[in-house]
T-cell receptor, first 110, second 116 residues
Framework: KNEVEQSPQNLTAQEGEFITINCSYSVGISALHWLQQHPGGGIVSLFM???GKKKHGRLIATINIQEKHSSLHITASHPRDSAVYICAVAVGGGADGLTFGKGTHLIIQP | NAGVTQTPKFQVLKTGQSMTLQCAQDMNHNSMYWYRQDPGMGLRLIYY???????DKGEVPNGYNVSRLNKREFSLRLESAAPSQTSVYFCASSEALWSGGLDTQYFGPGTRLTVL
């Protein structure tokens, strides 16, 4: 069973700060997902990656397959970035669902 | 497109009652999933359906049954609800069968279930 660990569990920062959220997993994967859960509860996919780096706006996700580690970065953070960020991994074909970390609760203060 | 819809949004049951959570997607996706989310824990997979006509157990299937009614709909049934099933339930779908995990999962808005 793949264990997915996220750190930190909680993070409070000031608007404009550079944010890093980390994710590590215990066994080999086919892909890693980063998701965002809004305060209202909805969950949306931010990134899927199996190698290297992806960027979307102010969000950057990286993965190191050898070290079994991924990071999610937020540049120029804003209060609207406040949410729970969830790391999840897929093993094998991926049709059998994802294994999730517990999430990182991020609060950006104005 | 509505995406993934779930009904009901909220439900309160008494121990021993039964109910069915409904999920539908209008994106012509092949795979559908049921997850539960509990405080202090990550989302956990209950059951999944890789394609129409197939269902498989996930990490926490005990106490649940599922039906993949057609390509659009995937329901989750609690036959005899227990307080341990108090949770938020999310349905999700994804397009491809064999994508190596590189396939976006689209989530429904969730059902908040309380079992007294």
């Amino acid at each position: 069973k793949n264990e997915v660990e996220q750190s930190p569990q909680n993070l409070t920062a000031q608007e404009g700060e550079f944010i890093t959220i980390n994710c590590s997993y215990s066994v080999g994967i086919s892909a890693l997902h980063w998701l965002q859960q809004h305060p209202g509860g909805g969950i949306v996919s931010l990134f899927m990656l199996s190698s290297g780096k992806k960027k979307h706006g102010r969000l950057i996700a990286t993965i190191n397959i050898q070290e079994k580690h991924s990071s999610l970065h937020i540049t120029a953070s804003h209060p609207r970035d406040s949410a729970v960020y969830i790391c999840a991994v897929a093993v094998g074909g991926g049709a059998d669902g994802l294994t999730f970390g517990k999430g990182t609760h991020l609060i950006i203060q104005p | 497109n509505a995406g993934v819809t779930q009904t009901p949004k909220f439900q309160v049951l008494k121990t021993g009652q039964s109910m069915t959570l409904q999920c539908a997607q209008d994106m012509n996706h092949n795979s559908m999933y049921w997850y539960r989310q509990d405080p202090g824990m990550g989302l956990r997979l209950i059951y999944y359906s890789a394609s129409e006509g197939t269902t498989d157990k996930g990490e926490v299937p005990n106490g649940y049954n599922v039906s993949r009614l057609n390509k659009r709909e995937f329901s989750l049934r609690l036959e005899s609800a227990a307080p341990s099933q108090t949770s938020v339930y999310f349905c999700a779908s994804s397009e491809a069968l064999w994508s190596g995990g590189l396939d976006t999962q689209y989530f429904g808005p969730g059902t908040r279930l309380t079992v007294l």
